[in-house]
């Protein structure tokens, strides 16, 4: 619903008269409005839920489109555990975008509970990618998941250093832009969860952080109204363990100085079997065979 912001009210009264309007002295002003009414625009747009796992190709959930601000099935609408009531509603403002980011945590992890589901722990790398690319999209004006670079999620997510090669990780973002009364945290997030694939985000029960950025100003318009949101979802896991080594047995005390010991009496009597001319030699030697190779591993 449209607000209507009326610019200032003037009222002059005849010197001495202290009523107006019906039974006034004549020569009374009637009020009348200093200027002309302005109505501020209301609307808004989600962009397409995606997601992206290690390993797997960049997926699509939902795709954009106006915001849907209706009640889900005609049901009471239970957004986190009195997360309605709890969370305040902030129109976004110079003065107020912290309070706005907040308020959108409240509602998210609110949802989450309601859902059984962790709540998602603010990470400061998420949220510079977040913050970063809601600027980019209103100093643009465009909206949409690619970056005027041509960047995906996985790339905008990548340059904070939040992926760890080494360790399984899963990412996801969802979108969205408002002006008027379609600006606020309340209003975003009830967009969001008329949207399956935005719903899925925020309902994944992998995630276990999230980045939130919102920018005042909105990428259809050049006139500063509303406010633009992102949200990084993110998780990774732990590392796998490495496979348990298996032990060596151990060997009895001194059976390797007595390996060591029959080596060399070996060694020596093929030396004593290899000396000497004659019949004798040689039969020594045909019977030793000769010395035999030997793999140490």
Sequence with gaps: MA????LAVAAALVSGCGTSGPGAEPGGAPVRLAGPASVESTDGRLGAATEVQ????????SPGGRLDLRERDGAPRRDGVGAGVACPDPAPAPESLGAVAEATLCLLN???????????APNPKLGAAASAFAQ???????????????????????RTGYIEESRPWALGENLAWGTGALATPRAIMQAWLNSPGHRDNILDPS???????????????????????ATEFGVIEAAP????????????RGASKRRAKARKSKAAASRR?????????????????????????
Excluded: C, M, W
């Excluded at 363990?241 to 009895?252: G, L």
């Design 3 to 6: 607000r209507v912001v009326l």
């Design 54 to 61: 290690a390993g797997s190709p960049l997926r699509e959930l």
């Design 110 to 120: 609110g949802e989450r509970a309601d859902h059984g589901l962790a709540p998602l």
């Design 136 to 158: 980019d999209l209103v100093a643009g004006s465009y909206f949409s998941h690619t970056g005027r670079d041509g960047s995906d999620v996985l790339d905008r997510i990548e």
């Design 207 to 229: 995630y276990r952080e999230i980045g939130i950025g919102i920018v005042l100003g909105n990428p259809a318009a050049a006139d500063g109204a509303g406010a633009t949101y």
């Design 241 to 252: 363990r490495p496979a348990a080594k298996k032990a060596k047995p151990k060997q009895p």
């Design 273 to 297: 079997g290899g000396k000497g001319g004659g019949k004798g030699g040689k039969q020594r030697r045909a019977k030793s065979g000769g010395p035999k190779a030997r793999i140490a591993i």
